[in-house]
């Protein structure tokens, strides 16, 4: 199986920059995408294939890749952005989450 | 409008049984890869099962591979994950979602609670 790794916590202050790692070998042979959970709500997709953002999500959201990790990088943070972000790849067999990153907008 | 509705959650014993069904409305269930995705409280997003887009194939996690089967009945659009042999740590809210592993609008329902306790 695979596992992928994130940071539990990131904070940032409003107009800022939020970058959220994940790591994992399979990113080296899969493409990510990046999950938005506000509490209880069920998950938004905010990116995929490394770094296209889909329909509707507001553009200061981007992704990126290199190697084995996968960045998320929110532009200019705002209070509504506050929640948790699960990276998330599939492979033939097998499809895996990151542990979740709880975004903190001070 | 593509909705996915989840039921069948509830209190269940150690070792007992449960089947959750996740009703599609808005497409056709049967041309499209389906997963289950679980939440335990106060946690992350753990992937359960998925089945392929003929039903002809199905994935497990490791942590339910033998314990749990995951099927789909065409005549009702409805996918259904049959969990046997319940254990403590299988308590979670469990979504149905359509398309989360190719799509680029992926669809989830709203979750259905399962507690496994004594």
């Known amino acids: 199986s695979y596992e992928l790794t994130q940071p539990s916590s990131v904070s940032v202050s409003p107009g800022q920059t939020a970058r959220i790692t994940c790591s994992g070998d399979v990113l080296t042979k899969r493409y990510a995408r990046w999950f938005q959970q506000r509490p209880g709500q069920a998950p938004v997709l905010v990116i995929y294939k490394d770094n296209v953002r889909p329909s509707g999500i507001p553009e200061r959201f981007s992704g990126s890749s290199s190697g084995t990790t996968v960045t998320l990088t929110i532009s200019g943070v705002q209070v509504e952005d506050e929640a948790d972000y699960y990276c998330?790849?599939?492979?033939?067999?097998?499809?895996?989450f990151g542990g979740g990153t709880t975004l903190t907008v001070l | 409008e593509v909705q996915l509705l989840e039921s069948g959650g509830g209190l269940a014993q150690p070792g007992g049984s449960l089947r959750l069904s996740c009703a599609g409305s808005g497409f056709i269930l049967s041309s499209h890869a389906m997963s289950w995705v679980r939440q335990a409280p106060g946690k992350g997003l753990k992937w359960v099962s998925s089945i392929s887009a003929g039903g002809g194939s199905t994935y497990f996690a490791d942590s339910v591979k033998g314990r749990f089967t995951i099927s789909r009945d065409n005549s009702k659009n409805t996918l259904f994950l049959q969990l046997n042999s319940l254990r403590a740590e299988d308590t979670a809210t469990y979504y149905c979602a359509k398309g989360i592993e190719s799509s680029a609008s992926p669809t989830w329902g709203q979750g259905t609670l399962v507690t496994v306790s004594s």
């Open positions: 998330y790849s599939a492979a033939d067999n097998y499809q895996v």
